[in-house]
């Protein structure tokens, strides 16, 4: 008989052990504890829309409240949502979807989780950006694959090479990952270089994995979607960024045919079904609030234009100008090496919340990323504490 004591066989599986902390969450609840002691902090740290959520959204809401809609929807989400989502990608990128390959989910993080566990074996590699989107390694590792990533440079302009991914491919490779526009640079894939990767990945067999939650959310030029150049690609996206509706967990997936059954399946084991009242609102969203987004999108674009002035004013560098999302990714190697330690240094004595480049892959080190999803009026705050705290650092 094992007499070994049963906590001391206890502990959590691997693959947990193995998830890295998200940083950006680290630093916005160290600002809760200095909040809580009556410290002003401007928050530029987090990527949520500071806007009221569309008044349709709030209506089919409450109208569905009113008519007891809230059972279980079809696990691949309610029909009505998903021909709404259909249309707007018609209407938006010229793209036929059937509705049978759109799955809704309770937002895009369990549709990443979703889909990395249909899509990867263990050890099966998925091919990443540095920096990129900080949860995109550790969904690829629970799912027990392996992130490849490649580095981008800010004299790239922060774009893959169809060379570097190429050299990067082996045999266990199960996807290319992108996102346009990118978090955290902010940075839209021009449509030749989204193609002259479709064509790297058609001639390998290997499909691309495009997140564009931050589709709608473009100031110069547009965002083209990878479903405009080739069908065999998984598509994320949903309503947080563009329609404001990050507390109410709305996301989905667009996938080919053949992998509708097997994510149908893991849909409803883990999840049954997102939340029926936020699909009405969802709905609503995609076919009502379209004056409302293009009002967030003016309001958003001069927020980008005024901090990208302050922060090149005060030394930060910004060789290449975000035209989507709504983060500046800026060079702050003249001031840290150590990205990590500076955010913290700022938010210190200055009191203001930025996100670590760390946060965001190796490659990201050196660099700060600046959110303005926030008012005008915390942002010119922010702007004046960070200038007065960059000048200090500057005659140290």
Known sequence: MNNTPLLKRMCPAQRTREITPFIVMEVLERIHGMEAVGIDVVHLEIGEPDSKIPE????????????????????LGDIRLRRAIAAYYLKNYGVT?????????????????????????????????????????NFIRFAQGVPVTVPVFEDQGFHYTPREIEASITDRTKGIMINSPSNPTGIVMPEKRMNEIKELAQAYGIPI????????????????????????????????????????????????????????????????????????????????????????????????????????????????EPTGAFYVFANAKRFSEDSYALALDILDKAHVGVTPGIAFGANGEGYLRFSYATAMGNLEKGMNRLEQYFRQAVSR
């Open 209 to 320: 994995i495009s997140d564009e939650i931050y589709h709608g959310l473009v100031y110069e030029g547009r965002a083209p979607s990878i479903l405009e150049f080739t069908k065999d690609a998984f598509v994320f996206n949903g309503f947080s960024k563009l329609f404001a509706m990050t507390g109410l967990r709305l996301g989905y997936i667009i996938a080919p045919e053949a992998f509708m059954r097997p994510l149908q399946i893991l849909q409803q084991n883990f999840f049954i079904s997102a939340n029926s009242l936020m699909q009405l609102a969802g709905t609503a969203a995609l076919k009502e609030a379209e004056a409302v987004t293009s009002t967030i999108c003016d309001t958003y674009d001069r927020r980008r234009r005024y901090m990208i002035k302050r922060l090149k004013e005060m030394g930060l560098g910004i060789a290449n």
């Open 97 to 137: 979807i059937d509705p049978e390959q759109i799955l809704v989910t309770s937002g895009t993080s369990p549709a990443m989780l979703l889909l990395f566990s249909t899509l990867v074996d263990p050890g099966d590699e998925i091919i990443i950006s540095d920096p990129h989107y900080s949860c995109y390694p």
């Open 56 to 75: 349709c959204v709030k209506t089919a809401t409450m109208e569905g409240f009113d008519c007891n809609q809230t059972c279980y929807t079809h696990s």
